[in-house]
């Protein structure tokens, strides 16, 4: 109800919740609907959790040089040889997050069905909208 809403508001945003979007486009697409209404969305949204917010230290000195003590970061990962940097960031990604899911159960079964040759079926591809037989086509006015 609150797309269709939307989709009637004249001053409406377009939100499509397709990737690309930003964050989170069914809440943005709720807020802007309960602001058409007429409601304090950012009293009716407040769900009380905390944001976490995560980060990573990738210089030794990181605390120094977030307050100003020091100048020049010590880097963790060497910043000269860009093959070796690179070859350290994929091994530390691969033993931290591929190793531990390729533990699980039935994980493998589940990446077997994600196909990258036509046609292409995945996880993350968007589905785009199907037309029904004998429907008014959008481009049926371009062709006349």
């Keep these: 109800m609150m797309e269709t809403l939307l989709g009637r508001a004249k001053n409406a945003r377009k939100v499509n919740s397709i990737f690309g979007e930003g964050v989170n486009p069914l809440m943005r697409k709720i807020r802007e609907g309960l602001g058409l209404l007429g409601l304090p969305s950012d009293i009716l949204l407040r769900h009380g959790n905390k944001r976490v917010v995560y980060g990573v230290a990738l210089a030794r000195n990181f605390r120094d040089l977030l307050v100003g003590l020091s100048d020049s970061p010590s880097y ?51 589905p785009l909208p199907t037309e029904k037989k004998n429907a008014p086509s959008l481009w049926a006015h371009a062709a006349s």
């Design 76 to 126: 963790v990962v060497p910043q000269a040889r860009v093959v070796h940097r690179t070859e350290l960031l994929a091994d530390f990604w691969r033993k931290r997050w591929v190793l531990r899911r390729l533990a699980r159960p039935g994980i493998l079964d589940e990446i077997a069905i994600h196909r990258y040759t036509y046609p292409i079926q995945h996880g993350a591809q968007v």
